[in-house]
């Protein structure tokens, strides 16, 4: 990914991580390598906990300690009530910004 579209990503990732979490519950790793298996290299992990923690501190996450095999606990993540209102919002912002972007594409103003 080029430097614009890792400054656009920035924009909404937010918005991608629970929209990730709205089909089930993960932990911060599991959403890097699927964003990853997506296409998104640059991402890094630690990007990925810091959306995170900003969802959970704005109550719009569930937090719960899962044992792991392998070190400490893990803590997975799930949309609450409050996180699906807002990726309701952010669905219809993203749909009126892309419905005004293939305007201006098509030329128009």
Known sequence: ???QATEMLKGILEGIVLAILSGRPAY?????????DQ??????EGTIYA???RAEQRGLVDVQKVP???GPP?????LNAEGREYLDE??????FLAARL???RGGGM
């Open 51 to 53: 959306v995170l923690v």
């Open 68 to 70: 792991s095999e392998k």
């Open 90 to 95: 952010f669905w219809k912002t993203w749909s």
């Open 39 to 44: 296409g998104f290299s640059d991402i890094a």
């Open 74 to 78: 893990r803590k997975v993540y799930s």
């Open 1 to 3: 990914m080029g430097k």
């Open 102 to 104: 293939a305007e201006l």
């Open 28 to 36: 911060g790793y599991e959403i890097t390598a699927w964003l990853r």
